[in-house]
């Protein structure tokens, strides 16, 4: 194989595990949130809120790997 075809193969499993890896880190973070609401309704706005954040925080890292896995795929 050449090295670009490496480097877009390398960028397209590196897309899906960065993928994949925010999937399942949002996925647990919801759950727990979700069961914490429904036990304390009281404190469902405190639990959203932080989740949110969380989520977002997740999202960045997510974001971060695709943009490594497309300057992978440019070189």
Known sequence: MEPT???YLGAGIGAG?????????????????MEGSARQPEAAGD????MIIAAALIEGVALFGLVICVLLAIK
């Open 47 to 50: 639990i959203r809120t932080s």
């Open 17 to 33: 595990l960065v993928a994949l890896g925010a999937g399942l880190g949002i996925g647990r973070l919801a759950g727990p949130a």
């Open 5 to 7: 075809a490496l480097a």
